[in-house]
């Protein structure tokens, strides 16, 4: 199967947008309260287009360091992650400004690639020989209860999914 690329992913968010009913944006800000602050509002959707009912998710390595593995046959869910370049310092000012890595270069975003993640459910801990074992390992802790994301900046997004590069309401 073909990667990914960040259009068929937009388009994916697009169509689940279009085709879900209005009532949707308590779903989402319910998945975002899920996943916390560790996704952005953008993100968010692409997960709940894939997997609305998803309550942890973590990258591939992210998971092994938590005492667990995607089980086989899962597909990662993919979002957005940033293309990254070093760029000096004095590019922009032309005078040279501290660096975290104190080597006058720092990290700028410059495009997107899809990643991939997966949700705890497409895991089984790392030392089961059988995936639906009764192995027990300790799960990570989710994300912290009662965080919110901003109702408006949601409302705002799934706005943006909803129209075409005219602006004029896409119709389901």
């Not at 960040?6 to 947008?17: F, G, K, S």
């Not at 975290?100 to 949700?119: C, E």
Request: proline share 8%.
């Amino acid at each position: 199967m073909p990667r990914m690329t960040p259009a068929d992913l937009n388009e994916m968010i697009t169509l689940a947008v279009a085709t879900s009913d209005p009532g949707q944006l308590d779903t989402v800000e319910a998945l975002a309260a899920r996943l916390g602050d560790r996704y952005s509002p953008t993100n968010t959707l692409a997960i709940w287009a894939q997997l609305p009912t998803a309550t942890q998710v973590r990258g591939f390595r992210q998971w092994q360091e938590h005492g667990r593995v995607v089980a086989k046959g899962q597909k990662g869910l993919g979002v957005f992650m940033p293309n990254t370049r070093r760029k000096k310092d004095t590019e922009e000012t032309g005078t040279p400004e501290p660096a975290a890595g104190g080597d006058g270069t720092r990290r700028q975003a410059v495009g997107y690639h899809v990643g991939y993640v997966w949700d705890i459910s497409q895991t089984v801990p790392a030392d089961c020989q059988e995936p639906r074992g009764a192995c027990t390992c300790p799960l990570p802790a989710p994300a912290a209860s009662g965080h919110r994301p901003d109702r408006q900046v949601l409302a705002e997004l799934l706005a943006a999914y909803t129209t075409d590069e005219d602006h004029e309401e896409v119709s389901a």
